[in-house]
């Protein structure tokens, strides 16, 4: 079986020595391309098409009986995934007027130029790439189905382990969807999963020797571990069918959801995670302490309380979902029995950023235990509650971005707790503090590799705070929809 899945070109034209020398151009500058047939008129490819998988269509315009415009206007509702490309004499310019306003990919003059096909054919196997992306994602998703001999294309392979791996914390509940990717390294398709923290990894079966994907998997797993408090990776013992593959990426997510604790690095197989008992605690016993201490408003005492709860969560190896249930709790505690603490949605969003970011259980229980100062604390933080002390935070991550700028490292610089921080960068910038620095990171490498067409991809990385050049390379690509490389070579074009 190939590995790879060879994009397949057909050719229409009435005049045989033009079907050669289109034929004979593609073999010698594009062999990654394969030609799957041809036709002299429009009647014939159309009854060839039904038999014959085609990615693209180059199609002369003038023939005789029905035009070229004819034929792609037809394909276009029966074969809407090809892509088309008309080739045509220089008198015709009136058709090639027409042909644009089908949306064809290009319009060539003849007599064709091997310099010119073969620019047109590599600008139309990008184009194809990207839809190609979008449906292996969709068809992972489940927003589309296929046949098993459909799947091929997509799937080369006919077996594959699967590993999902997941840095710091769950996905924010408050953010909207990044734009999906795959993308493939020297052995195996990458996507990335509910967010740019967390990559889904398809792996061949017939590169895994022996059934050892986990020695596979070591050094992606200590590469994905860069840049990260704590790394979660689930993983399969078992190689599963392409046809598979949606419901096994959606059991991996449910699984990380089920097994991830905060501040603690994993790996951990899938199939034994589906028969193990999670750790948990009462959580309505262990807060019972605290609501006392609240209702009985000893604030300092309640406080302590908040931090030995942390200490207990982080011994127990309490999940990550636990542990929202608990919080959930004491800030429901704290908003009934603590006078000026009110909770409300922009908090919501702001607690979900730091438990996405957090690296370790205690620096939640710790801003939990913050909160606390409110009342204390609330005419300071009133006077920050503008778009000039925004601004200042803005400039620093601007004039900072080669450095760690969590939330909790930017908090503490400007004397703020992680959750008013959050809570205000959602108010002014109506975008979340993460996304605001990733943001600015993928603003300034874009910059650097416009200004320095020499730069190093990872010297890009690392001045705008990536230490891991390929997962830089996943969220540039999750940003702007291309990879750096891909950016470079389209700024020289």
């Given at each position: 079986m190939n590995t790879k899945y060879k994009y397949k070109v057909f050719i229409v034209d009435d005049e045989p020595i033009s079907i050669q020398?289109?034929?004979?151009?593609?073999?010698?500058?594009?062999?990654?391309?394969?030609?799957?047939?041809?036709?002299?008129?429009?009647?014939?490819?159309?009854?060839?098409?039904?038999?014959?998988?085609?990615?693209?269509?180059?199609?002369?315009?003038?023939?005789?009986?029905?035009?070229?415009?004819?034929?792609i206007s037809k394909v276009k509702q029966l074969y809407p995934d090809i892509l088309n490309i008309f080739v045509s004499g220089y008198r015709e310019f009136e058709y090639a007027k027409a042909a644009m306003k089908l949306d064809v990919e290009d319009y060539l003059l003849k007599p064709i130029v091997p310099s010119e096909l073969k620019k047109t054919i590599h600008k139309v196997e990008e184009k194809l790439d990207i839809l190609f992306q979008k449906k292996r994602t969709a068809i992972l998703y489940e927003r589309e189905q296929l046949e098993n001999d459909n799947l091929e294309k997509y799937f080369p392979h006919e077996k594959y382990y699967v590993a999902i791996i997941r840095k710091n914390g769950l996905p924010k509940r408050f953010i909207g969807k990044i734009q999906d990717s795959i993308f493939k390294n020297k052995y195996n398709m990458v996507m990335n999963g509910r967010d740019v923290m967390e990559s889904f990894y398809l792996v061949p079966e017939e590169v895994v020797s022996n059934g050892n994907i986990r020695q596979i998997m070591k050094n992606t797993y200590i590469r994905e571990s860069q840049n990260a408090g704590y790394t979660t990776m689930i993983?399969?013992?078992?190689?599963?069918?392409?046809?598979?593959?949606?419901?096994?990426?959606?059991?991996?997510?449910?699984?990380?959801?089920?097994?991830?604790?905060?501040?603690?690095?994993?790996?951990?197989?899938?199939?034994?995670?589906?028969?193990?008992?999670?750790?948990?605690?009462?959580?309505?016993?262990?807060?019972?302490?605290?609501?006392?201490?609240?209702?009985?408003?000893?604030?300092?005492?309640?406080?302590?309380?908040?931090?030995?709860?942390?200490?207990?969560?982080?011994?127990?190896?309490?999940?990550?979902?636990?542990?929202?249930?608990?919080?959930?709790?004491?800030?429901?505690?704290?908003?009934?029995?603590?006078?000026?603490?009110?909770?409300?949605?922009?908090?919501?969003?702001?607690?979900?950023?730091?438990?996405?970011?957090?690296?370790?259980?205690?620096?939640?229980?710790m801003e939990l235990s913050n909160l606390l100062n409110h009342a204390e604390l609330k005419n300071k933080e009133e006077k920050l509650d503008s778009s000039e002390f925004i601004q200042k935070v803005k400039e620093y991550i601007v004039n900072h971005l080669s450095e760690d700028l969590s939330l909790k490292n930017t908090s503490k610089k400007f004397g703020i707790s992680q959750t008013y921080l959050g809570q205000l960068f959602n108010k002014y910038q109506k975008v979340s503090f993460s996304n605001y620095v990733i943001e600015m990171r993928i603003q300034r490498a874009k910059e650097l590799l416009d200004n320095d067409k020499e730069i190093l991809i990872k010297d890009?990385?690392?001045?705008?705070?990536?230490?891991?050049?390929?997962?830089?390379?996943?969220?540039?690509?999750?940003?702007?929809?291309?990879?750096?490389?891909?950016?470079?070579?389209?700024?020289?074009?």
């Open positions: 020398l289109i034929s004979n151009i593609i073999k010698m500058y594009c062999p990654e391309i394969e030609i799957v047939g041809s036709a002299d008129n429009v009647l014939k490819c159309l009854e060839k098409l039904k038999t014959c998988e085609a990615d693209i269509l180059i199609s002369d315009i003038r023939m005789p009986g029905l035009s070229g415009i004819d034929l993983l399969s013992k078992n190689p599963y069918y392409a046809r598979e593959l949606g419901n096994i990426y959606r059991t991996l997510c449910k699984m990380l959801d089920f097994y991830l604790v905060i501040g603690k690095s994993q790996i951990l197989y899938l199939e034994d995670c589906e028969d193990s008992v999670q750790n948990t605690l009462s959580i309505r016993g262990e807060v019972s302490k605290l609501e006392w201490l609240l209702e009985n408003k000893k604030i300092e005492q309640a406080k302590a309380e908040i931090i030995c709860l942390g200490n207990k969560f982080r011994n127990a190896d309490v999940t990550q979902r636990e542990t929202e249930k608990a919080i959930n709790l004491i800030l429901v505690l704290m908003n009934q029995h603590v006078d000026e603490f009110s909770w409300n949605i922009q908090n919501e969003v702001a607690m979900d950023e730091i438990l996405c970011g957090a690296t370790n259980i205690n620096d939640i229980f890009v990385a690392k001045s705008v705070g990536y230490q891991d050049q390929f997962y830089f390379s996943r969220v540039f690509r999750s940003m702007t929809g291309i990879t750096p490389t891909d950016y470079i070579n389209k700024g020289e074009n």
